[in-house]
């Protein structure tokens, strides 16, 4: 059966309070969009990792700012697209870590870029600072 296209927007503000509301709307689009339980916590452990940026990073902690997190849905992906008007960033300018010497020196964080490009099928990123800032997450639903 071939599915329709679907569209789920949540529009929440930025607080960490609000990151399990955020990982159970994404795990129960996920689960009806046909993914088994591992990619269903793959894509909300991005999407964790991408709102986590939102709040720290483009809001610094401003819980007056919203998170803006639009799902398309059709037979082929999930992609998720998060919103925020913060501070941007250069994404091209953050390295993969060394996941060695991380461990080694018992690092904790700085890891929410890598882990979002390695869980998800396809990352775009596209700032346009105090305006609006957009990372595209897309997950492929394989038979």
């Given at each position: 059966?071939?599915?329709?296209?679907q569209r789920y927007r949540l529009k929440i503000p930025s607080i960490?309070?609000?990151?399990?509301?955020?990982?159970?709307?994404?795990?129960?689009?996920?689960?009806?969009?046909?993914?088994?339980?591992?990619?269903?916590?793959?894509?909300?452990?991005?999407?964790?990792?991408?709102?986590?940026?939102?709040?720290?990073?483009?809001?610094?902690?401003?819980?007056?700012?919203?998170?803006?997190?639009?799902?398309?849905?059709?037979?082929?992906?999930?992609?998720?697209?998060?919103?925020?008007?913060?501070?941007?960033?250069?994404?091209?300018?953050?390295?993969?870590?060394?996941?060695?010497?991380?461990?080694?020196?018992?690092?904790?964080?700085?890891?929410?870029?890598?882990?979002?490009?390695?869980?998800?099928?396809?990352?775009?990123?596209?700032?346009?600072?105090?305006?609006?800032?957009?990372?595209?997450?897309t997950k492929y639903i394989r038979d």
């Amino acid at each position: 059966m071939k599915m329709k296209h679907q569209r789920y927007r949540l529009k929440i503000p930025s607080i960490t309070e609000n990151l399990h509301l955020i990982r159970d709307f994404i795990v129960k689009i996920a689960e009806k969009a046909g993914f088994d339980e591992q990619n269903r916590e793959q894509i909300a452990l991005a999407v964790d990792e991408a709102c986590t940026n939102v709040i720290k990073h483009a809001h610094k902690y401003n819980s007056r700012r919203l998170i803006d997190i639009l799902i398309n849905l059709d037979s082929q992906k999930m992609m998720i697209t998060i919103t925020d008007k913060g501070t941007g960033f250069d994404v091209s300018k953050v390295k993969d870590p060394d996941l060695k010497k991380y461990v080694r020196e018992s690092r904790h964080g700085g890891l929410g870029i890598y882990l979002i490009k390695t869980l998800m099928d396809d990352v775009k990123y596209e700032f346009n600072p105090g305006i609006r800032n957009q990372v595209q997450l897309t997950k492929y639903i394989r038979d």
